[in-house]
């Protein structure tokens, strides 16, 4: 048969592709747009305006939402990348051992579930809690992405370990290290780019989520999606525009960084 | 004097040990904050319902009873819960619809990015990571913005002659698909590319040469070669996609419930957590059962090719 095509082109494909991506575009450029608009509603189009950046600016509510969740996020993508590291270093590069199996059901265990599930499932247990200490400030929260954000930070970690070889580890024990500075000194550094991307996907995970933390928050413990959510249901305002907006730009900035580390090869 | 072979039992055993030691604390975290409060649902599912939510310590198998069942409240007969049933059925179908239309969509445009240039490739895949991360709840706003009344689809409509009136998407079960198949969208993507990407042409090629039409090519050799991305992708969409509740409750109204506005409905002014707990177990037996029955099927049509 002559070859005179593209062995690669499936006919509609392109077309459907292109229709994805626009899609997918149109309406966050929309929403953008109308985060500078003049006007008081987002029915009519009043003119290019930063007043609503500046009136999100100054609502306190926006700042603490804000100010919470970013203090969730980066405690809880800490504590679950060291986690999923530990865990990363102790399910990969072995042969099969008792319980290994065991452990990757229980570390993906939180992706298989419905987040409305695991959401109820801990206002009933934080809630029983809160009644026999009397703490009800943000731990919870905290606990509670951590755990969820421990199988996101673990995938990345164990892709990287996954396709590193034993050889520099071996050279180094060979050369008398201990098994202490073959990590610092070997594993560490080489594991680094999974590591960072790991955190940023664990913060980027914290920092997106609303149902669980709907569930889980007490009184005045918005973080900003719950916050917006909110809003939302209250009525559509050009402010929540400007503040996702804002929140749509650090989340591009966050990927953009991530697509980087990640890519870097060796 | 220990064997060389009691030895390297030793220190297989301690190798264990460290290995444990060291997944110990993202087990604890996770057990603590996902899997054991699991457990505790399933008990509050079998209690019964307390005055202010919460539960009375009491068995009772009601809350069970009431997920498709109701009790008439003068002759104590038990019917079919309409209610129950109808959101039951609304959030499985939707769920089902959205995997499908996502796989529709999904499909094409993974084959796509996997054909171009290894330059442009990681352009494309960039532009998909993008919505991929962006705030699932800011792009639910973004779709409401898009197909309420005043939105720009509507404005179109209008300003062409099409329709009169803005036609009411917000509000219905389509809006909830569309918002569904939105969001969703980059996570079907993304591991039919991943299984795509790996696709050697060279048997594309043999299949041309060996005259199969493009169809037959894209059926017997392309699609078996991608279905484990198929597979991980309609799995990804259905399981967040049957549990859903940011999209519904803010594309869908308060009269378009799903099945995760019914569990937060029972746990605030219905004050039935016993009901909620009942119902979200009946959530999770969905999903595994969807789960084991897909991946089964899907395992055993079409030949394994490496």
New interface residues.
Partial sequence: ?A?NFS????????V??A???I??????I??VA?AFNAANS??EWGGFSMRWFQSAWQNVQVIDATLRSFQIGAVAAV??T???T??A???TR?AS???LTF?YA??N??L??????????????F?RIKIFTGYSGIGYLI??H???C?PFA?LPIRARLENMDLTLERAAADLYATPWKTFRRITLPLLWPGILAGLMLAF?IS??D??IT??VKSGGQDTL?TY??GQ??RG?TPE??AI?TA??LL??A???L??FVS?KRD | MATAEQVAKAA?RR??R??????A???L??????????L??LI?SFLTPGPYG?VKWQFSPDAWLSVFMERDIFDDTLSLAAAHVTIFWRSIKLAVITTIATLA??F??A???A?RSEKTR?LWL??????F???????T??????IRN?G?INTILIKLGIVSAPVQILFTDTAILIGMA?VY??LM?LPIYASMEKLD?RL??AG??L?AT?FKV?RKIIFPLVKPGVIAGSILVF??A??A??TP??LGGGKNMM??NL??LQ?GQGRN?PL??AL?IT??II?MVA?LAYVRNAGKSGTRHG
């Fill in positions: 048969m070859k062995i690669k082109h499936q006919t509609g494909f392109t459907i592709a229709t994805c991506f899609v997918l575009y149109l309406p966050i929309v929403l109308y987002t029915s504590l679950s060291i986690f999923a530990m865990a270093l102790a399910t072995t051992y008792p319980g452990k229980a570390i265990q939180p298989m579930v419905p987040e409305i599930v695991t959401g109820v499932a801990l206002l009933i247990f809630s606990a509670a951590t755990a969820f421990i673990y980027v920092l997106d609303v149902v709907e569930f999606p917006m959510l939302i249901r559509i929540i525009n996702s929140f749509l989340s591009v966050i990927v953009t991530f697509f890519r | 297989e190798d264990v460290d290995r444990w030691l060291l997944s604390p993202a087990l975290v996770i057990f603590l904050a996902a899997t054991g409060p699991l505790i649902v509050y919460d969509l999904g094409p445009t084959y796509f990015m054909t990681d960039f532009l998909i990571t993008i919505p991360w962006t705030n699932l709840l800011i792009r706003f973004a779709v409401l913005q898009i005043e720009i939105y969208l980059p993507v042409f594309v090629e041309y040469d005259y493009r894209l399981i967040p049957l549990g509740y940011v409750s803010v099945l995760s569990i937060e746990f957590w909620g707990s979200s959530v999770m999903v789960l």
